[in-house]
């Protein structure tokens, strides 16, 4: 992928003049789908499950991509599952996985 304009690899490191153009590389590099979770577990304040954070996103994203996007943080460490419960309504044994910001250990 082409740099955006005004920002070049190797002239910022040698001392160039140009700078990163962060107001263009930072749409093209965080996604919109773990933003909306971890703004709503910031908003909500406590472990919510796909399902959940589907209900509060008024379904986009979709399930599939919301499950997805958080095993991703989970192997970040950004997160973590901290409950597995059967999920309610269901006749079958389903669960449902509970997530929360992965908790920091000082150094």
Do not use: C
């Not at 304040?45 to 379904?59: F, Y």
Request: net charge positive; aromatic share 6%; no cysteine.
């Amino acid at each position: 992928m082409p740099l955006p304009m005004g920002a070049t690899g190797a002239g910022n490191r040698a001392g160039g003049d140009e700078q990163v153009g962060w107001d263009l590389l930072v749409p093209r590099l965080v996604n919109p789908t773990k933003v909306i979770i971890l703004e709503s577990m910031l908003w909500i304040e406590r472990p919510l499950s796909a399902t959940e954070l589907e209900k509060v996103s008024g379904g986009d994203p979709l399930l599939n991509s919301l499950s997805r996007h958080l095993k991703n943080l989970v192997e970040l460490g950004v997160l973590e599952v901290v409950e597995t419960r059967k999920a309610r309504k269901s006749q079958s044994s389903k669960k449902e996985t509970f997530f929360y910001f992965a908790a920091r250990q000082e150094r």
